[in-house]
């Protein structure tokens, strides 16, 4: 295949595409004279800890660098301090808090206090063995009736902040709101793809109040981390996360795509959550603290360094003595599930009082009997409430009076709340309007939940002209589901959309090309009434001749992903298809994808392509099918993208200076031609970005923070919860564990990303692009947007998984409830009921065994120790078509047992056995070949 410069050159340049960024020399050109209220210019204090190599600056008495101990790695930005120091620029050493005075009238407005506000050299005290201290007066209020002191520590080799107040004044006063503002090198702005890799991490909390702590992992996902957790007693709860507002400079972006911006360790939210977050249900109980007259109270955090990398995490924290909680299969507990596992690793002479939940029905806890391989753990098990939709939250009280919380989902069972999805995108976002000038009906179109209507207009064309992820999200979602939960009404109105928009309008029929949008905004080019309400004076308003261009390799994806999903339908239920054969939509989405990879006018086809693992599925099918020069092809034009990214630094590009989509495809082909190295760096990166906390909202949730300003209804900049990065994502993290099933880190963050794109689905069936994560909003988004891609995470990364995980005292399932395990003589038997949200896969993790069909469904398994077999009980899906037979798959790790289906007089098809199916359900049993 020829390959262009422009395209061998994308891997470099993409990650200055976007903004066209400035380099770091002209960024210190730019920094204005006279801004440094810090005080950097009159040097720093350097320290050291056993753990540490500390940088203080000398004036203000913030921190300005924090490595590890001999290490150049800085996880504060300390070489863009420079453009840093202005007032309202925030570092850690701030403290923001909202107090007001308690009398007997009535209490009085709150008053807002903010140590970056207009900073002035602090007063240096003596430090009796403290890293250095000061008092805050110089550069707060002079009518503040509180005297603020601030210490920074040596912890046991760890660095501590500590702040303590005084009430100086004669009056009671209530601290409503306290807070250390939270500065990590996340800044992106002018650094190249490289030096993000080499210099940046990334930052994500764990609102768990006591036991809440922040994470920090370098990008790149390798060497030591970081945790921030309270500092010792019970007076510094992370309450709440608040997002803090900063002027947005052009030396560094504050709020922009290349700078999320900084959040603060809210202790104390009370103030914020009666005035600016009221319509919120916030995740924990907001808080206030009143403070007599001469009364002293200390709050703090301790920075300790995760010397094993993002993985010791956990162990860090128990070190600390910070308690520690562990959930399988995570935090979203669908409705018929069987009970959860909740393990929570207890410090020393700690022991739980209580669990409680809220609301009180949500979520019944026992004490499980199980043994447990550590001393120190208590093993819960957590079943939700069968009439309880939405947010639930565990509250564990302990014996020293701290308190943490567990944040749980319960969403529909699985395979209802994808059938609603299905039926509400197939009927509420169904648009027919034929007399619709741009051509799009009849198609599946953008819907906005808020004003309960389907999107037609919008200044971000794509969104109304089903094209990109915003605009294509939702028929890929609703022809995604077909392949693995089909319906015949929803398949009749997708072939209508496939004949009548997708093939011809979205997509040329003489070379397969797909245009970036099929709505535009040029009045002169088409007669139709542009709503005077919207400004069309955007970048993003295209014309005829931009929205036509078929220059985005994204694009090519949702149209192949679609064409296959129709495919694997109609292959396995055979009626379901009037307008087209089965191998028509194969050899269709085989043309997409090549027409994508060997146009050189396509760009961004040479960068990893969120949800393109559905290209390995085509793949795999044209050699199931045995359409050996289709499968030459393809793999050959696949084959130049992973050669290139093996000779790349940092492979992952896109169109953003920085993204977290690409790695899903490197990943995926890396490891399907052998380039094991690249593999494991992209995974590395992906655990980089991919945390793994007890909140349903982070756990598994790929970092995405700019989605919504293209594809959302509300446009920030913010922390996105169960964007699509989380489905994609947990594609490379589950692959990477069935190759070791050893490694249960790997599964509890990968199966909290596949499971989080459940909680997008609403009871009514409609599923927004995101949550908003800011504490005043705290919601699904309006517009169901980008989602599409998010539900290809789940539709390709769903199933059941019985592993071995010591955490829990042995085998434990993930989908699905332990039904029976007995222990003989000879070995375990376990038998498994499977609940994830489509049931045509399961994984064995002691076999290192996949078994997958392509109909009906897998309904238990049962695993047997002593001959290493696995008998499947197969049926018809309930409430859906009939099929005559399905096709059983088995996938194992090269190196590992071979398997066969050990059924007698069984056809071998399509490289798997084919299974007859009946109104009787069917037992397959496997066995070592």
Same mark, same amino acid.
């Given at each position: 295949?020829n390959i /262009?410069n422009?395209?061998a050159?994308?891997? /470099?340049t993409?990650t200055?595409?976007f903004?066209?960024?400035?380099?770091?020399?002209?960024?210190?050109?730019?920094?204005?004279?006279g801004?440094d209220?810090?005080?950097f210019?009159?040097?720093y204090?350097n320290r050291s800890t056993?753990?540490?190599d500390?940088?203080i600056?000398?004036d203000?008495q913030t921190?300005?660098s924090?490595?590890p101990?001999?290490?150049?790695?800085?996880f504060?930005p300390?070489?863009?301090?420079?453009?840093r120091a202005?007032?309202?620029?925030?570092?850690?050493g701030?403290?923001?808090?909202?107090?007001?005075e308690?009398?007997?009238?009535g209490?009085?407005?709150?008053v807002?206090?903010?140590s970056a506000k207009t900073?002035?050299?602090?007063?240096?005290l003596?430090?009796?063995?403290q890293?250095?201290?000061?008092?805050?007066?110089p550069?707060?209020?002079?009518?503040l009736?509180?005297?603020i002191?601030?210490?920074?520590i040596?912890?046991?080799g760890d660095?501590g902040?500590?702040?303590?107040?005084t009430?100086t004044?004669?009056?009671a006063?209530?601290?409503?709101?306290?807070?250390?503002? %939270?500065?990590?090198n996340?800044i992106f702005?002018g650094?190249?793809a490289?030096q993000?890799q080499?210099?940046?991490?990334?930052?994500?909390p764990y609102?768990?109040m006591? !036991?809440?702590?922040?994470r920090?992992?370098?990008?790149?996902?390798?060497?030591?981390?970081?945790?921030?957790t309270?500092l010792?007693?019970? $007076?510094t709860?992370?309450e709440?996360?608040?997002?803090?507002a900063?002027?947005s400079?052009s030396?560094?972006?504050y709020?922009?795509?290349t700078f999320e911006?900084?959040y603060e360790?809210q202790?104390?939210?009370? !103030?914020?959550?009666?005035?600016?977050w009221?319509?919120?249900d916030?995740?924990?109980?907001?808080?206030?603290?009143?403070?007599?007259p001469?009364?002293v109270?200390?709050f703090g955090?301790?920075?300790?360094?995760?010397?094993?990398?993002?993985?010791d995490?956990d162990?860090?924290l128990?070190?600390?003595?910070v308690p520690?909680?562990?959930?399988a299969?995570?935090?979203v507990?669908t409705?018929?599930?069987g009970?959860?596992?909740?393990?929570v690793r207890?410090?020393?002479?700690l022991?739980?009082?209580s669990?409680?939940?809220?609301?009180p029905?949500?979520l019944r806890?026992?004490? /499980?009997t199980?043994?447990?391989?550590?001393?120190g753990?208590?093993?819960?098990?957590?079943?939700?409430?069968?009439?309880?939709w939405?947010?639930?939250?565990?509250?564990?009280s302990?014996?020293?009076?701290r308190?943490?919380?567990?944040?749980y989902?319960?969403?529909e069972?699985?395979?209802? %709340?994808?059938?609603?999805?299905?039926?509400?995108?197939?009927?509420?976002?169904?648009?027919?309007?034929?007399?619709d000038p741009?051509?799009?009906?009849?198609?599946?179109?953008?819907y906005d939940?808020?004003?309960k209507?389907?999107?037609?207009?919008d200044?971000?064309?794509w969104i109304?002209?089903?094209?990109?992820e915003?605009?294509?999200?939702?028929?890929?979602?609703?022809a995604?589901?077909? !392949?693995?939960q089909p319906?015949?009404d929803e398949?009749s109105k997708?072939e209508?959309?496939?004949?009548g928009?997708?093939?011809?309008?979205?997509?040329s029929?003489t070379?397969?090309a797909v245009?970036?949008?099929?709505?535009f905004?040029q009045?002169s080019?088409?007669?139709?009434?542009?709503?005077?309400a919207i400004d069309?004076?955007?970048?993003w308003?295209? $014309?005829?001749?931009a929205?036509?261009?078929?220059?985005?390799?994204?694009?090519?994806v949702?149209?192949?992903?679609?064409?296959?999903a129709?495919y694997?339908?109609g292959?396995?239920?055979?009626?379901?298809l009037k307008?087209k054969t089965?191998?028509?939509y194969? $050899?269709?989405?085989?043309?997409?994808?090549?027409?994508?990879m060997?146009d050189?006018?396509?760009?961004?086809?040479r960068?990893?392509l969120?949800?393109e693992t559905?290209f390995?599925?085509?793949?795999?099918d044209l050699k199931?099918?045995r359409?050996?020069?289709q499968?030459t092809a393809?793999?050959?034009?696949?084959r130049?993208?992973a050669?290139?990214?093996d000779?790349?630094?940092?492979p992952f590009?896109?169109?953003?200076?920085?993204?977290?989509t690409?790695?899903?495809?490197?990943y995926?082909?890396?490891?399907y031609f052998?380039?094991? %190295?690249? !593999?494991?760096k992209t995974?590395?990166?992906v655990l980089g970005y991919?945390p793994?906390?007890?909140?349903?909202?982070?756990n598994g949730?790929a970092?995405?923070?700019?989605?919504n300003?293209y594809?959302?209804?509300?446009q920030?900049?913010e922390?996105?919860i169960h964007?699509y990065g989380s489905g994609l994502?947990?594609?490379?993290l589950l692959?990477?564990?069935?190759?070791?099933?050893?490694d249960?880190y790997?599964?509890?963050v990968?199966?909290?990303?596949m499971?989080g794109?459940?909680?997008n689905i609403?009871r009514?069936?409609?599923a927004?692009?995101?949550f908003?994560?800011w504490?005043?909003?705290?919601?699904?988004?309006?517009?169901?947007?980008?989602?599409?891609p998010?539900f290809?995470g789940l539709?390709?990364?769903?199933?059941t998984?019985l592993v071995?995980?010591?955490?829990?005292g042995?085998?434990v399932?993930?989908?699905?409830?332990?039904?029976?395990t007995?222990?003989?003589?000879s070995g375990?038997?376990a038998t498994?009921q499977?609940?994830d949200?489509f049931r045509r896969?399961?994984?064995?993790?002691?076999?290192?065994?996949?078994v997958?069909?392509?109909a009906?469904?897998?309904?238990s398994?049962?695993?047997?120790?002593?001959?290493a077999s696995?008998?499947?009980?197969?049926?018809q899906?309930e409430?859906?078509p009939m099929?005559s037979?399905a096709?059983?798959?088995l996938?194992?790790?090269?190196g590992?047992?071979k398997f066969?289906?050990?059924?007698p007089g069984?056809a071998?098809?399509r490289?798997?056995w084919?299974?007859?199916?009946?109104?009787?359900?069917?037992?397959?049993?496997?066995?070592?070949?």
């Amino acid at each position: 295949m020829n390959i /262009s410069n422009q395209q061998a050159n994308m891997l /470099s340049t993409s990650t200055t595409r976007f903004l066209g960024l400035l380099s770091l020399a002209q960024l210190l050109a730019s920094s204005a004279a006279g801004q440094d209220t810090l005080g950097f210019g009159n040097g720093y204090l350097n320290r050291s800890t056993k753990n540490f190599d500390i940088q203080i600056v000398r004036d203000a008495q913030t921190l300005a660098s924090l490595r590890p101990a001999g290490s150049s790695f800085d996880f504060l930005p300390l070489d863009y301090l420079p453009r840093r120091a202005r007032n309202g620029q925030y570092h850690w050493g701030d403290v923001t808090l909202r107090y007001r005075e308690v009398n007997t009238t009535g209490n009085t407005p709150w008053v807002d206090i903010d140590s970056a506000k207009t900073r002035k050299t602090i007063t240096s005290l003596r430090t009796d063995g403290q890293i250095s201290a000061a008092n805050l007066a110089p550069t707060l209020p002079t009518s503040l009736p509180l005297d603020i002191t601030r210490e920074w520590i040596d912890v046991a080799g760890d660095l501590g902040l500590r702040f303590t107040l005084t009430n100086t004044g004669k009056t009671a006063l209530e601290i409503g709101s306290l807070g250390f503002p %939270a500065e990590f090198n996340s800044i992106f702005t002018g650094r190249s793809a490289e030096q993000i890799q080499q210099k940046c991490s990334l930052a994500d909390p764990y609102i768990g109040m006591h !036991a809440g702590y922040i994470r920090v992992v370098p990008v790149r996902g390798t060497g030591a981390a970081l945790v921030v957790t309270a500092l010792g007693g019970t $007076d510094t709860p992370l309450e709440a996360w608040r997002n803090l507002a900063e002027a947005s400079y052009s030396d560094t972006g504050y709020a922009s795509q290349t700078f999320e911006g900084y959040y603060e360790w809210q202790v104390l939210s009370n !103030a914020w959550a009666t005035k600016e977050w009221a319509s919120t249900d916030p995740w924990n109980p907001p808080n206030s603290r009143v403070l007599q007259p001469g009364q002293v109270m200390t709050f703090g955090v301790r920075f300790s360094l995760v010397k094993g990398g993002v993985r010791d995490t956990d162990k860090t924290l128990s070190a600390a003595g910070v308690p520690v909680a562990v959930g399988a299969p995570g935090y979203v507990v669908t409705r018929d599930s069987g009970p959860a596992q909740l393990s929570v690793r207890l410090p020393v002479n700690l022991t739980v009082i209580s669990v409680k939940s809220d609301p009180p029905t949500a979520l019944r806890v026992t004490r /499980s009997t199980a043994a447990t391989t550590a001393e120190g753990v208590c093993l819960y098990q957590v079943t939700p409430d069968n009439n309880t939709w939405g947010r639930a939250r565990l509250s564990l009280s302990f014996s020293d009076g701290r308190i943490q919380t567990v944040h749980y989902f319960i969403p529909e069972s699985a395979s209802v %709340a994808v059938a609603g999805l299905g039926r509400f995108l197939t009927t509420k976002q169904w648009f027919t309007d034929t007399s619709d000038p741009f051509g799009r009906a009849p198609s599946v179109m953008t819907y906005d939940y808020e004003t309960k209507s389907i999107v037609t207009q919008d200044p971000r064309v794509w969104i109304a002209g089903l094209s990109d992820e915003g605009g294509a999200g939702s028929f890929l979602a609703a022809a995604i589901k077909q !392949a693995v939960q089909p319906s015949a009404d929803e398949i009749s109105k997708l072939e209508q959309f496939v004949d009548g928009v997708l093939w011809g309008r979205i997509q040329s029929t003489t070379d397969y090309a797909v245009r970036k949008s099929i709505f535009f905004y040029q009045p002169s080019a088409v007669s139709y009434i542009y709503s005077r309400a919207i400004d069309w004076r955007n970048w993003w308003s295209w $014309d005829k001749a931009a929205a036509y261009a078929t220059d985005r390799a994204y694009d090519y994806v949702h149209v192949a992903a679609t064409y296959w999903a129709l495919y694997r339908a109609g292959r396995a239920y055979p009626d379901l298809l009037k307008r087209k054969t089965w191998d028509w939509y194969l $050899d269709q989405a085989h043309k997409t994808v090549i027409k994508c990879m060997t146009d050189s006018s396509v760009g961004y086809s040479r960068d990893g392509l969120m949800g393109e693992t559905v290209f390995g599925e085509i793949l795999a099918d044209l050699k199931r099918e045995r359409r050996a020069v289709q499968a030459t092809a393809f793999e050959s034009a696949m084959r130049a993208r992973a050669r290139l990214w093996d000779a790349a630094a940092v492979p992952f590009g896109s169109e953003m200076a920085w993204d977290s989509t690409g790695q899903e495809g490197i990943y995926y082909w890396s490891r399907y031609f052998g380039y094991n %190295a690249t !593999a494991t760096k992209t995974l590395n990166t992906v655990l980089g970005y991919d945390p793994t906390v007890p909140h349903w909202g982070w756990n598994g949730n790929a970092r995405r923070y700019w989605d919504n300003v293209y594809g959302g209804k509300l446009q920030r900049i913010e922390r996105q919860i169960h964007h699509y990065g989380s489905g994609l994502n947990a594609l490379v993290l589950l692959s990477a564990f069935r190759s070791d099933p050893s490694d249960t880190y790997l599964l509890r963050v990968g199966y909290g990303g596949m499971t989080g794109p459940l909680t997008n689905i609403n009871r009514e069936g409609f599923a927004s692009a995101s949550f908003h994560s800011w504490p005043e909003t705290l919601k699904w988004d309006g517009y169901s947007g980008d989602y599409g891609p998010n539900f290809v995470g789940l539709a390709l990364g769903s199933g059941t998984y019985l592993v071995e995980d010591n955490e829990f005292g042995g085998l434990v399932v993930y989908g699905g409830s332990l039904d029976q395990t007995q222990a003989t003589k000879s070995g375990v038997v376990a038998t498994v009921q499977t609940q994830d949200a489509f049931r045509r896969r399961v994984f064995i993790g002691p076999l290192k065994l996949l078994v997958s069909v392509d109909a009906g469904v897998i309904v238990s398994f049962t695993y047997r120790a002593v001959d290493a077999s696995v008998s499947l009980l197969l049926s018809q899906m309930e409430g859906g078509p009939m099929a005559s037979s399905a096709v059983v798959w088995l996938e194992t790790t090269a190196g590992t047992a071979k398997f066969t289906v050990t059924n007698p007089g069984l056809a071998q098809t399509r490289l798997g056995w084919q299974v007859p199916l009946s109104t009787a359900p069917v037992t397959v049993v496997i066995g070592k070949a």
